[in-house]
């Protein structure tokens, strides 16, 4: 509960000349570039959930036919039904 510092507004302290200033701000007063805070570099995508589909690899090709086997089966089944359906 001794803290004096929550107010909201972070400090960063210049190596140069000592004053404190505020930590958005990317050079003192005194001319002295903060170069250790926080950039914002280029980012970064990571997108690690997107495969990339230049070529088709083996999985990819498997995982296709699973599908188009799974189509089929459920086209088969309404062939099923309908036949049923039908009678015979
Ligand atoms: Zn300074």
Known sequence: MAK???RGTPQKQCPKCG???HARLATCS???KFTSAKKKTAPT???KTAPRRKKKTVSGLRAQL???REALQKR???I???LETYGS
């Open 66 to 68: 699973l599908l188009e």
């Open 4 to 6: 004096k510092m929550k």
């Open 80 to 82: 099923d039904a309908l």
């Open 45 to 47: 995508r990571k997108k």
């Open 30 to 32: 005194c001319g002295h």
């Open 76 to 78: 088969a089944e309404a």
């Open 19 to 21: 004053k404190k200033v």
